[in-house]
């Protein structure tokens, strides 16, 4: 290789090199969680309610298995996603407890005077 090549060469690798590390190129983001639509959440929830709704107890109990048979194993991928959410908002509005195993959910009060609603 001659000099000059050697000298080509070098040139190149480091403009190869800045491009990797240039700030200004353009990179590509993961688009920022958008906001669920309340469809699924609520259809979410009213699976839970549909379930308790069978019996309507105060204190009735949803084990893990009847959360996985009754509500996960049914939803689809937009539910799936708003799960959480859905979960969240029953507790937090005091309509279920959930038991110390983080598993179990317990029918409240409030929650069976909302189901015969």
Do not use: C, Y
Not at 64 to 75: G, Q
Not at 80 to 88: E, P, R, S, V, Y
């Amino acid at each position: 290789m001659r000099p000059s090549e050697k000298n080509q060469t070098r040139t190149n690798k480091s403009k190869t090199n800045q491009s990797r590390t240039n700030p200004s190129r353009t990179i590509k983001k993961f688009p920022k969680d958008k906001p669920l639509d309340a469809a699924p959440k609520n259809e979410v929830k009213e699976m839970f309610f549909q379930w308790f709704k069978k019996r309507n107890i105060v204190g009735q109990i949803m084990s893990k298995e009847d959360v996985v048979s009754n509500v996960i194993a049914k939803l689809d991928a937009k539910q799936n996603d708003a799960l959480k959410k859905a979960m969240d908002e029953l507790i937090n509005n005091g309509f279920v407890n959930v038991q110390d195993d983080g598993l179990t959910l317990v029918l409240t009060q409030r929650g069976s005077e909302f189901i015969k609603d």
